[in-house]
C-alpha cells in the first residue's frame, strides 16, 4: 500500500489542498492521501494560528473521498517536526510506502527544516507547483543539494516504489488559493 502525507497547517484547509491530494493520487497512483494536520509548524508564528480542532475539522471537511484522510496523529504522537513523524509512522507502518507532498513553497523553505537532508533520505517527495514558487524551487538549494535524487518527471508514477532518497516534480496546472488569503478575505468580511 502507498500513501501521501500532506504535512499543513490547515488555517483553514482550502482546494490547493484537495487539488494536491487529487494529483498525487492520479499522478503518483497512490491509495491514499493522509492530511497531517500540524499541532504547530515550528516555523510558523501562532498569531491567527485557528485551534487545532477547528484546523482539522475544516480538513475533514474537504471532501468525502474516502482516500483521502484527514489525521490528528501527528498530535497524537507528540511531533511538531516532520523528521520525527516520517521516522515513527514508517516504524508504526512498516508495510505502508509514504510520499511526502509538499507545494513549492515548501521545497524552496525546506532548507530550514530540522534536519531536511534526513527526511529526504527517509521519505520520497513529490513536490507540486504553485504561482510564485516553482521557479524558485526547482533552481533553490534544496533542489541543488538533492539533484542526484531527482526522478525525471514522467518517471515519477515510480516514487513511492523508488523510496527514499528520490524525489520528483509533479507539472500541471497552478493554483494560487492559499489561506493567508482566505484568512484576509474573512477578515473584510
Ligand atoms: N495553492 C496551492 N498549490 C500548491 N500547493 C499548495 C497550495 N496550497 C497549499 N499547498 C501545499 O499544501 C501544504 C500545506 O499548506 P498550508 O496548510 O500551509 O496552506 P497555505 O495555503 O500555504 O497556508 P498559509 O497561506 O497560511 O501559509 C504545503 O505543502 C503547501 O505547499
Ligand atoms: O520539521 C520542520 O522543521 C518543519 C518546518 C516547517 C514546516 N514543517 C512541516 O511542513 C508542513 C507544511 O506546513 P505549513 O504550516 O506550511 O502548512 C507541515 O507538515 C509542517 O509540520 C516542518
Redesign the pocket.
Known amino acids: 500500500m502507498s500513501v501521501g502525507l500532506?504535512?499543513?497547517?490547515?488555517?483553514p484547509?482550502?482546494r490547493?489542498?484537495l487539488?494536491?491530494a487529487r494529483r498525487a493520487l492520479a499522478d503518483l497512483g497512490l491509495d491514499e492521501v493522509w492530511l497531517l494536520v500540524s499541532p504547530g509548524?515550528p516555523l510558523?508564528s501562532r498569531d491567527g494560528m485557528a485551534p487545532f480542532a477547528q484546523r482539522l475539522e475544516s480538513a475533514r471537511a474537504l471532501t468525502r473521498d474516502p482516500r483521502i484522510i484527514a489525521t490528528d496523529i501527528e498530535a497524537r504522537l507528540g511531533q511538531r517536526y516532520t523528521v520525527r513523524t516520517v521516522a515513527l509512522l514508517k516504524r508504526r507502518f512498516p508495510r505502508v510506502r509514504f510520499v511526502w507532498?509538499?507545494?513549492?513553497?515548501?521545497l524552496v523553505q525546506f532548507p530550514r527544516w530540522r534536519r531536511w537532508r534526513r527526511i529526504a533520505h527517509l521519505v520520497p517527495i513529490a513536490v507540486?507547483?504553485?504561482?510564485g514558487f516553482t521557479m524558485k524551487a526547482l533552481h533553490g538549494a534544496a533542489a541543488s543539494v538533492l539533484r542526484h535524487g531527482r526522478v525525471p518527471d514522467a518517471a515519477a508514477r515510480r516514487l513511492a516504489a523508488l523510496g527514499g532518497g528520490h524525489w520528483a516534480f509533479l507539472p500541471g496546472p497552478?493554483?494560487?488559493?492559499?489561506?493567508?488569503?482566505?484568512?484576509a478575505r474573512a477578515a473584510r468580511a
Not at 101 to 106: I, S
Not at 128 to 131: A, E, V
Request: net charge negative.
Open positions: 500532506l504535512g499543513g497547517s490547515f488555517n484547509a482550502h490547493g489542498h487539488d494536491v509548524n510558523k507532498l509538499m507545494g513549492a513553497d515548501g507540486l507547483p504553485r504561482p497552478q493554483d494560487g488559493i492559499s489561506a493567508t488569503e482566505l484568512r
